[in-house]
């Protein structure tokens, strides 16, 4: 059976959607400077991500997208949020991050304080949280959240809200799982209920009936939030992972991505080629795979790049009665890294003027470290765009692990032997400790490069990279596995892998603009120095993989 959605206020998802990455932005940080946010802030900022999310599905209603998934994560992160004060809020502690805006706030527990009866949450309130804790499997992390605002959540008659509330908290944390009301006759039960009392008792016919009655009973609003009704959502994404029931329902209102937790095949490989995917194997064997670009051309002025350049050279030039500073080129070393990602951003092949950013900006990274290198009181010499220079000794904690892992990309893009040596003798840790998520990729490829036994460090790489949460991107220790395995199909694999996840993880929000979004300088480099070490001919095609830089890697 087909259900149509019903119509919405055409205004009201034009606004939704128009400039919705600045407008979030702006209000996160205006509710944060105008006093303690409350359940009331963290609920109206849960509430614009629902409408933004409503109105991306008027054109893509499966939602199987990379900023679909990001917008519901924060919805229900801020939804969690209001839980979270009512629940806690003066007496514990507690922290809400949202990635899409890049926005957090801690709370401290105030001794002496009693929580503030205004701050609470509604029955509604708690509900549309809990179903988004529930389609983004976020249930056992605020499950405490969730019960403690439940007790504190006024008396007074039972309505058919605070029954599904009392049956969903059942059906999650009562021994029997089985919801309230679950001995009344179905009859008398109020709507969600009845579909939850199908699911525990894994009546597929009975809960295909409820849920179908649920939807029908639906109030339909003009917002575009109204065409994701939370309750028959957060249900059959229940029902899916928990029976593999896919709704029998045919609409929209149960957008695919979210019943299925925007459930894909998987990753085509795992470390050092255990479990290929047969498809995956595949298409790769049918002929070349496509990865595309998203994302705007991020064209620099010719001002701002006549201004980069001038600043690069003032670094590699000594002024009057003043010698070169290693430190200064760690600036020049960023500057090509701006004019590098606007150069190869318009073009989906290597230019000339991108060969010589990557050239200079490898020659710069190489010589920060050769000066890292050197004893104190010496100089080292370094020769950059052609020019013979010379430069102190200096061990900075600028020139820290990830302006090592930055310099050591740009020497294997390039491939010049002349470079990357000062940054295999000097490793990753050489001026400042590594405390990042990246420290162990970062150890393992040093150890694969200098002939050391990568394998410990890049162990401890791939659980690092499991442990990243959604939102940030990790190292590809994956692929870096597959390299030093010597599994050229499982490196193909994991390449594709790497670059869907760099390209969807830049097409959120305005991540496209940033510097790193046209390429993946890491991705980059191991693609190149498996071509040049190994003479791996990739049978992956993308922007993100200039063909004119792999054809140079393949001559060296």
């Not at 206020?9 to 128009?18: C, F, H, N, T, Y």
């Not at 849920?211 to 939370?230: H, I, K, M, V, W």
Request: hydrophobic share 40%; proline share 7%.
């Amino acid at each position: 059976m087909r259900i149509e959605r019903h119509q919405v206020d055409g205004a009201r998802v034009a606004e939704a959607r128009e400039d919705f990455v600045n407008r979030i932005g702006r209000q996160v940080h205006s509710y944060s400077r105008a006093g303690l946010m409350t359940t009331t802030e963290w609920q109206m900022i849960s509430d614009s991500f629902l409408d933004y999310l409503g109105a991306l599905s008027t054109t893509r209603p499966d939602l199987h997208c990379a900023e679909a998934r990001a917008v519901l994560r924060d919805a229900a992160a801020a939804a969690a949020g209001a839980v979270s004060f009512a629940a806690y809020y003066p007496v514990d502690s507690f922290h809400v991050f949202l990635d899409y805006p890049n926005f957090g706030m801690s709370y401290d527990r105030e001794r002496g304080r009693e929580r503030d009866p205004h701050h609470r949450v509604t029955a509604g309130e708690w509900l549309d949280a809990f179903c988004l804790a529930i389609v983004c499997d976020q249930v056992s992390v605020h499950g405490e959240a969730f019960g403690w605002a439940r007790q504190l959540m006024p008396g007074g008659p039972a309505t058919p809200t605070l029954e599904l509330v009392d049956g969903l908290l059942a059906y999650f944390f009562e021994d029997d799982g089985v919801p309230d009301g679950s001995t009344a006759p179905v009859a008398d039960l109020q709507p969600g209920l009845r579909v939850l009392r199908a699911l525990a008792a894994g009546d597929r016919e009975a809960f295909d009936a409820a849920l179908l009655a649920l939807l029908r009973d639906e109030p339909q609003g003009t917002g575009p939030a109204s065409l994701l009704p939370l309750v028959p959502i957060a249900l059959a994404a229940l029902a899916y992972r928990t029976h593999g029931w896919t709704p029998s329902v045919d609409t929209d209102y149960l957008p695919h991505a979210l019943i299925t937790g925007f459930e894909t095949a998987g990753p085509r490989v795992r470390a050092f080629g255990r479990d290929p995917r047969p498809d995956a194997l595949a298409a790769l064997a049918a002929g070349p795979v496509h990865v595309g670009r998203t994302g705007p051309a991020l064209p620099c002025s010719p001002e701002n790049e006549a201004r980069l350049e001038r600043l690069t050279l003032e670094a590699v030039t000594a002024g009057e009665g003043r010698p070169l500073n290693a430190r200064d080129l760690t600036g020049a070393l960023r500057y090509q890294t701006y004019l590098l990602a606007a150069r190869a951003s318009e073009c989906d092949d290597a230019t000339d003027a991108v060969i010589a950013t990557l050239r200079r900006g490898s020659q710069l990274g190489a010589a920060v470290f050769r000066a890292a290198l050197a004893e104190p009181g010496t100089e080292t010499e370094a020769t950059i765009d052609g020019r013979a220079l010379r430069f102190p000794a200096r061990r900075d904690r600028d020139f820290g692990p990830a302006l090592w892992q930055t310099a050591l990309s740009f020497a294997l893009i390039t491939g010049s032997r002349e470079d990357l040596e000062p940054l295999v003798l000097a490793g990753p840790t050489i001026a400042a400790e590594d405390r990042s998520p990246s420290a162990s990729y970062r150890t393992a490829l040093h150890d694969h490069l200098r002939g050391a036994d990568p394998l410990p460090a890049t162990e401890r790489a791939l659980k690092e990279a499991e442990r990243i949460r959604e939102g940030w991107l990790p190292a590809p220790a994956v692929l870096l596995s597959q390299l030093i395995g010597g599994d050229a199909t499982g490196f193909d694999l994991a390449l594709l892998d790497a670059l869907e996840a760099h390209r969807d993880h830049h097409s959120v929000a305005d991540r496209g603009t940033e510097p790193g979004a046209p390429l993946s300088l890491d991705v980059l480099a191991l693609a190149c120095h498996a071509r040049r070490t190994r003479g791996w001919v990739t049978r992956v095609r993308s922007p993100y993989l200039p063909p004119r830089l792999l054809q140079a890697a393949g001559r060296t």
